[in-house]
């Protein structure tokens, strides 16, 4: 399975870890998360009991991720419940062409923002950026059983 398509299946809960900037060459940002089917795995992260999952953008225009409190549902029916998303047009977008310079960006640099959401437990994931992510699971979970 595309580790993109692994990443965003039905049931499937992430943990949002960290970012870091300019990791590597051709990576402007890394965002490192845990994943699992079991949202009790997340919250107590036990050694080998949660994926651990390398999200590569070569370039962004803005990234955050907010506390769980302070965030709002994200149309969740256009994301059917998965934790990632992908929106053409957001509210995220629709502040950032009003407040800054991206879509003069867009026009300069002939490309399109789009927004890329990651609803992790306790906190909301945002990456705007124009190219799409590389996905890489870095980590897989061992079987417990």
């Excluded at 990443?7 to 970012?19: P, Q, V």
């Excluded at 609803?119 to 979970?141: N, R």
Aim: charged letters at 20%; a negative charge; aromatic letters at 12%.
């Amino acid at each position: 399975m595309h580790h993109t398509k692994l990443l965003s299946r039905k049931n499937y809960f992430l943990a949002f870890e960290n970012f870091i900037a300019a990791p590597a060459p051709g990576c402007a940002l890394r965002l490192i998360c845990h994943g699992s089917e079991n949202e009790t795995d997340l919250l107590l992260n036990l050694d080998g009991t949660v994926d651990r999952w390398q999200i590569d953008f070569q370039s962004y225009a803005f990234y955050s991720a907010t506390a769980e409190d302070f965030s709002f549902a994200t149309a969740p029916e256009l994301h059917e419940a998965s934790a990632c998303y992908i929106h053409e047009d957001s509210g995220l977008l629709r502040f950032l062409k009003q407040s800054t310079n991206l879509e003069e960006q867009q026009h300069a640099r002939s490309v399109s923002y789009r927004h890329f959401g990651f609803a992790c437990m306790e906190h909301q994931v945002d990456v705007v950026s124009a190219h799409a992510p590389s996905v890489q699971l870095v980590e897989e979970k061992r079987n417990t059983v």
